[in-house]
T-cell receptor
C-alpha cells in the first residue's frame, strides 16, 4: 500500500468551477498535511497546510482533513486556467515518516477556459 | 538572494563523469533535504540533514554522495551515474525536522545522464 495515494488525473474542470482534489494516507499517526502545486518543469510550491480535523480556508483554496478516514482534500473555488498544474499531497509526522515529508504522485488539474 | 537556490539548473553528464549539485538556503532553516523526482513517480526522499548532520540515507546508491558543510549549504556529489539516474533533483529546507510549516524547495537541477 502506498503511503500517500492520489488519483493521477487529469481532472478537467471548466473555468469558474470548483476543483476537488483528494488524497488518502496510510499512516494513522500522521500529524501534518500539505498541498503543493507544481507547474510543469518547475519545483513544488506550498499552497496550504493543515493539522486539525475540519476545514482551513485561504482565499480560493480550502483544505479539508478527516483523520478518522485518513483523508485530505483541497478545494479550489472559481478555478482559473492558471491553476492548471499538478497538485501534490504530502504528509509528515507518522510512525514511519516522523520527520520525513512523504509525497503522493500528484493529481494533474486542467482548467478549461 | 532569498529562499532556496540550486545550481546548476540543467546538467548533462556522461556515465564516467564526476559532477556536483549545489544548494544554498537563505531562510535560516536548520534542516535540509535532497529529493529525486522521476517522471510519473512520487518525489523520493534521498537524504536528510539536521544542523549539518546526516539523519537519513534512504537506501541511496553510493554513486550519490551528499555533503553538508553548514546549515545553509548542501551538495550532492555525483559519480559513475547510470541513465536511469536522469531526473529532477530537488533541494529543500525546513525550520526543523518537525517540518510543521512544510518544506521550501529550490528550483531543482534537471540531470540527464548519457
Amino acid at each position: 500500500q502506498k503511503e500517500v495515494e492520489q488519483n493521477s488525473g487529469p481532472l478537467s474542470v471548466p473555468e469558474g468551477a470548483i476543483a476537488s482534489l483528494n488524497c488518502t494516507y496510510s499512516d494513522r499517526g500522521s500529524q501534518s498535511f500539505f498541498w503543493y502545486r507544481q507547474y510543469s518543469g518547475k519545483s513544488p510550491e506550498l499552497i496550504m497546510f493543515i493539522y486539525s480535523n475540519g476545514d482551513k480556508e485561504d482565499g480560493r483554496f480550502t483544505a479539508q482533513l478527516n483523520k478518522a478516514s485518513q483523508y485530505v482534500s483541497l478545494l479550489i473555488r472559481d478555478s482559473q486556467p492558471s491553476d492548471s498544474a499538478t497538485y501534490l499531497c504530502a504528509v509528515i509526522g507518522g510512525r514511519k515518516s516522523s520527520y520525513k515529508l512523504i509525497f503522493g504522485s500528484g493529481t494533474r488539474l486542467l482548467v478549461r477556459p | 538572494e532569498t529562499g532556496v537556490t540550486q545550481t546548476p539548473r540543467h546538467l548533462v553528464m556522461g556515465m564516467t563523469n564526476k559532477k556536483s549539485l549545489k544548494c544554498e538556503q537563505h531562510l535560516g532553516h536548520n534542516a535540509m533535504y535532497w529529493y529525486k523526482q522521476s517522471a510519473k513517480k512520487p518525489l523520493e526522499l534521498m537524504f536528510v540533514y539536521n544542523f549539518k548532520e546526516q539523519t537519513e540515507n534512504n537506501s541511496v546508491p553510493s554513486r550519490f554522495s551528499p555533503e553538508c558543510p553548514n546549515s545553509s549549504h548542501l551538495f550532492l556529489h555525483l559519480h559513475t551515474l547510470q541513465p536511469e539516474d536522469s531526473a529532477l533533483y530537488l533541494c529543500a529546507s525546513s525550520q526543523d525536522l518537525s517540518g510543521r510549516n512544510g518544506y521550501t524547495f529550490g528550483s531543482g537541477t534537471r540531470l540527464t545522464v548519457v
